[in-house]
C-alpha cells in the first residue's frame, strides 16, 4: 500500500473503522478503530480485543485467500482486504445512511489514489520496458560497433607491419605508399564509426544542433563523390553526379549533409557489384531540393524497406546507425528521406532539404 492511500484510509478524519494487521496484529488503527477497539493496542492481537465467537470468525476471514467479511458483533460488518504475505486492511461497511454517505466520500478518495497508483504502475512499467529495450539496444550497438572496429584496426596492424618491415630494409617505396594509404583508409573508418556514435548520442538525448546556411548543390555532391571514391576505386565501381541546374542551393548544414551523403554513397558502393554504377543527382522540387544517391546494385528486400531508417536495422553486417542518423538530420532539417527499390534491379534513395 502506498503511503498516500495509506494516510486517507486510517486518516482520524472520517469515522469509518479502519485497521491495518500483520499477522493478526494491530500495525495502525484510526481514531474510530482505537475508540471500538481499545483494548487492541499497537503490536497486539485483534483477537484479544474481541470475544471467542468474534475472534474465530476474524481468524478464518484472515485465513481466506482473497477478500472477505467479518461480522465483529450482529449487525457490525466488516471488510477484510488482503495486502499482501500476512497483511490484511479491515475496515468498517455502512450500516445506516448517514455512514453510508460518508464510507461513499472516503470511497471516492480511495479510487481516485487507486486511480493514480494504477497510472503511476502502468507508467513505470512502461519505462521499465522502455529502459530495458535501451539496454538490450546499447548492448547490440557496443557488440555491432566492436565487430566493426576489428576490421580498420586489423587493417591497421597489418599495414603497420608491412611499413616497419620494408622501412627496415630502406626500399619498396610503393609497397610503402600502399600500407600508409590503407593506414589512412583505416582511421577514416574509424574515426567515422566514433563520429556515428557521437551523433547517435546526439539524437536520442534531444541535442542536436544544425547550423544552417545557403549551400550550392554541386560542391557538396562533388566533394562527397571525391569522399568515397577512395572505396568505390578498389571496388570497380563506377562513381559519377547527374548535371544539376546552375544556382541550385539548399539551405543546410554543410557538415550533416556531408555526413549524410556520405551514408548512402558509401551503402551504394558497399552493395553495388563491380562493373556497376552509383550516380548522385540533385534538382528543384517546389521549395525543396530533391538530391538521390542511385545504384545497380541488388535492391533492398521489401520486408526490410519500412524499417531500413531505424536504428540497429541493417542490410548486411553493420552497427545499423548510418541510415538512423541520416534520417534524423534530414528530419532536423525539415526533410524527408526515403527509398525506393526493386530486388534485382538497384535503389534509389532519396531525401529533401530545403531550398535556398
Given at each position: 500500500?502506498?503511503?498516500?492511500?495509506?494516510?486517507?484510509?486510517?486518516?482520524?478524519?472520517?469515522?469509518?473503522?479502519?485497521?491495518?494487521?500483520?499477522?493478526?496484529?494491530?500495525?495502525?488503527?484510526?481514531?474510530?478503530?482505537?475508540?471500538?477497539?481499545?483494548?487492541?493496542?499497537?503490536?497486539?492481537?485483534?483477537?484479544?480485543?474481541?470475544?471467542?465467537?468474534?475472534?474465530?470468525?476474524?481468524?478464518?476471514?484472515?485465513?481466506?485467500?482473497?477478500?472477505?467479511?467479518?461480522?465483529?458483533?450482529?449487525?457490525?460488518?466488516f471488510l477484510v482486504l488482503p495486502l499482501g504475505p500476512g497483511r490484511h486492511l479491515v475496515l468498517?461497511?455502512?450500516?445506516?445512511?448517514?455512514?453510508?454517505?460518508?464510507?461513499?466520500?472516503?470511497?471516492?478518495?480511495?479510487?481516485?489514489?487507486?486511480?493514480?497508483?494504477?497510472?503511476?504502475?502502468?507508467?513505470?512499467?512502461?519505462?521499465?520496458?522502455?529502459?530495458?529495450?535501451?539496454?538490450?539496444?546499447?548492448?547490440?550497438?557496443?557488440?555491432?560497433?566492436?565487430?566493426?572496429?576489428?576490421?580498420?584496426?586489423?587493417?591497421?596492424?597489418?599495414?603497420?607491419?608491412?611499413?616497419?618491415?620494408?622501412?627496415?630494409?630502406?626500399?619498396?617505396?610503393?609497397?610503402?605508399?600502399?600500407?600508409?594509404?590503407?593506414?589512412?583508409?583505416?582511421?577514416?573508418?574509424?574515426?567515422?564509426?566514433?563520429?556515428?556514435?557521437?551523433?547517435?548520442?546526439?539524437?536520442?538525448?534531444?541535442?542536436?544542433?544544425?547550423?544552417?546556411?545557403?549551400?550550392?548543390?554541386?560542391?557538396?555532391?562533388?566533394?562527397?563523390?571525391?569522399?568515397?571514391?577512395?572505396?568505390?576505386?578498389?571496388?570497380?565501381?563506377?562513381?559519377?553526379?547527374?548535371?544539376?541546374?546552375?544556382?541550385?542551393?539548399?539551405?543546410?548544414?554543410?557538415?550533416?549533409?556531408?555526413?549524410?551523403?556520405?551514408?548512402?554513397?558509401?551503402?551504394?558502393?558497399?552493395?553495388?557489384?563491380?562493373?556497376?554504377?552509383?550516380?548522385?543527382?540533385?534538382?528543384?522540387?517546389?521549395?525543396?531540393?530533391?538530391?538521390?544517391?542511385?545504384?545497380?546494385?541488388?535492391?533492398?528486400?521489401?520486408?526490410?524497406?519500412?524499417?531500413?531508417?531505424?536504428?540497429?536495422?541493417?542490410?548486411?553486417?553493420?552497427?545499423?546507425?548510418?541510415?538512423?542518423?541520416?534520417?534524423?538530420?534530414?528530419?532536423?532539417?525539415?526533410?524527408?528521406?526515403?527509398?525506393?527499390?526493386?530486388?534485382?534491379?538497384?535503389?534509389?534513395?532519396?531525401?529533401?532539404?530545403?531550398?535556398?
Amino acid at each position: 500500500m502506498s503511503d498516500a492511500l495509506r494516510a486517507v484510509v486510517l486518516s482520524d478524519g472520517h469515522d469509518a473503522v479502519a485497521l491495518e494487521l500483520e499477522g493478526g496484529r494491530v500495525v495502525a488503527a484510526n481514531l474510530a478503530a482505537r475508540r471500538r477497539f481499545a483494548a487492541a493496542a499497537p503490536g497486539a492481537p485483534l483477537e484479544a480485543a474481541l470475544p471467542l465467537d468474534a475472534a474465530a470468525r476474524l481468524a478464518a476471514a484472515l485465513a481466506a485467500p482473497g477478500p472477505g467479511v467479518w461480522e465483529s458483533a450482529p449487525g457490525a460488518p466488516f471488510l477484510v482486504l488482503p495486502l499482501g504475505p500476512g497483511r490484511h486492511l479491515v475496515l468498517a461497511l455502512a450500516t445506516d445512511a448517514d455512514a453510508t454517505e460518508r464510507l461513499l466520500a472516503l470511497n471516492t478518495q480511495l479510487a481516485a489514489l487507486l486511480g493514480e497508483q494504477a497510472r503511476l504502475a502502468a507508467d513505470n512499467a512502461r519505462l521499465l520496458a522502455e529502459a530495458r529495450r535501451l539496454a538490450a539496444a546499447r548492448e547490440a550497438l557496443v557488440a555491432a560497433v566492436s565487430h566493426d572496429l576489428r576490421n580498420p584496426l586489423a587493417a591497421i596492424a597489418a599495414a603497420g607491419a608491412v611499413v616497419a618491415a620494408r622501412a627496415a630494409v630502406g626500399r619498396d617505396a610503393d609497397g610503402l605508399a600502399r600500407a600508409a594509404e590503407a593506414i589512412r583508409r583505416a582511421t577514416r573508418r574509424m574515426d567515422a564509426l566514433v563520429q556515428d556514435l557521437l551523433d547517435a548520442e546526439q539524437i536520442e538525448t534531444g541535442r542536436l544542433t544544425l547550423h544552417p546556411s545557403a549551400q550550392p548543390a554541386r560542391p557538396l555532391v562533388e566533394e562527397a563523390l571525391e569522399a568515397v571514391r577512395a572505396e568505390a576505386e578498389p571496388a570497380r565501381v563506377r562513381t559519377s553526379a547527374e548535371p544539376m541546374a546552375p544556382g541550385l542551393a539548399a539551405r543546410c548544414d554543410r557538415e550533416r549533409v556531408l555526413r549524410v551523403l556520405g551514408n548512402l554513397l558509401s551503402n551504394a558502393v558497399r552493395f553495388t557489384p563491380p562493373g556497376g554504377a552509383v550516380t548522385v543527382g540533385a534538382h528543384r522540387r517546389g521549395d525543396d531540393v530533391l538530391v538521390e544517391v542511385t545504384d545497380t546494385g541488388p535492391g533492398v528486400a521489401p520486408a526490410l524497406e519500412p524499417r531500413l531508417f531505424q536504428r540497429g536495422v541493417t542490410r548486411g553486417d553493420g552497427h545499423g546507425l548510418g541510415l538512423f542518423i541520416s534520417r534524423a538530420f534530414v528530419e532536423a532539417h525539415g526533410g524527408r528521406i526515403g527509398v525506393e527499390s526493386r530486388p534485382g534491379e538497384g535503389s534509389r534513395f532519396w531525401f529533401t532539404l530545403p531550398a535556398a
